[in-house]
């Protein structure tokens, strides 16, 4: 808590706190580079199954996406996201 007294003090920060019962999941193409929509068809998809996302983060490169939800949903997103992007078996990106 030392690293943050100060910004605690001028109220840049309102508290520090942990989730502890989360999980990250990543998804990786070479594809979602050049491929408009590809975070909001995941979203969107996650979304339609009552999936809430509690943290995004996208590298430089944008070839992966890595999202925070809890740790409850993780089957069911990957079962999501996996059908979203391998629809018959065959990768959108």
Do not use: C, Y
Not at 50 to 71: D, M
């Amino acid at each position: 808590m030392d690293t943050f007294s100060r910004e605690l003090e001028i109220k840049d920060i309102d508290r520090i706190w942990a989730t502890e019962e989360v999980v990250i999941i990543t998804i990786v193409g070479a594809g979602m580079r050049n491929t408009p929509g590809v975070a909001g068809r995941i979203f969107s998809k996650l979304g339609s199954n009552g999936i809430n996302v509690i943290a995004i983060a996208q590298g430089s490169s944008e070839v992966s996406i890595s999202l925070v939800i809890a740790r409850q949903d993780e089957e069911k997103a990957v079962r999501a996201i996996h059908e979203l992007i391998v629809p018959n078996g065959k990768p959108l990106i």
